[in-house]
Structure formats: C-alpha cells, structure tokens
C-alpha cells in the first residue's frame, strides 16, 4: 500500500508564495517520475510541472520563470514552489508518482489534491 499526500496548499494575495509539498509513504523501493497537476472549477486538468528521480524538470509554459520543483528522494517527497502567483494560478494542485513497489514493479499514485488560492 502506498500513500501520496500533498499539503502546503491555501489562501494567498496575487504576488505572493506558496510552498507545496508531496510525500509518499508506505511499500517503496524507489520513486521515478513525479508530476505536478491542477485543476480549476469547470477546466480540465493541466500539467504544472515534473521531475525524474535524477533531477531533470519541466514546465508548463504558464509557470516557467514562477514555479520551481525539486524533490528530496532520502524523504520520498517532491515540493513546489510557487512564486509571483497569480489568480489564474487558483486551483487544486495534485501530484502523480510513479512508484516502485517491493515488488519492483512501478504503479501510478495520486493524492487527494491541496487547494490553492489567489485573490487579487
């Protein structure tokens, strides 16, 4: 059994920062790729941002420059940091890890998602 949970998420004027962060627990040999999505009221979902094991990023156009990912792989955990947000940016944020179990074999997690939001 495995558990990823998000938390960091609230309520921040426009210009301001949020730190999120994902922690994985449970039966993990190693986690591979972990990506960060939101979803907006009536939108579908979109992809923030990702990070391998090894470090190498992306970005959604609309955070490259605001938001930056980086994991701790000793702490099973990934975090992103927001900064200079916007009221567009006002959303759930989940995060996706590829997770390989004991069994070495890898499978799919998602949290529950942390709201985010930015008045203006």
């Known amino acids: 059994q495995v558990h990823v949970v998000e938390s960091g998420g609230g309520l921040v004027q426009a210009g301001g920062s949020l730190r999120l962060s994902c922690a994985a627990s449970?039966?993990?040999?190693?986690?591979?790729?972990v990506d960060w999505y939101r979803q907006a009221p009536g939108k579908q979902r979109e992809l923030v941002a990702g990070?391998?094991?090894?470090?190498?990023?992306n970005y959604a156009e609309f955070v490259k420059g605001r938001f930056t990912i980086s994991r701790d792989n000793a702490k099973n955990t990934v975090y992103l940091q927001m900064n200079s947000l916007k009221p567009e940016d006002t959303a759930v944020y989940l995060c996706?890890?590829?997770?390989?179990?004991?069994?070495?074999?890898?499978?799919?997690?998602w949290g529950q998602g942390t709201q985010v939001t930015v008045s203006s």
């Open positions: 996706n890890a590829a997770v390989v179990t004991m069994n070495q074999y890898e499978y799919s997690y």
């Open positions: 449970g039966n993990i040999f190693s986690i591979n790729v």
């Open positions: 990070i391998t094991r090894g470090g190498i990023t």
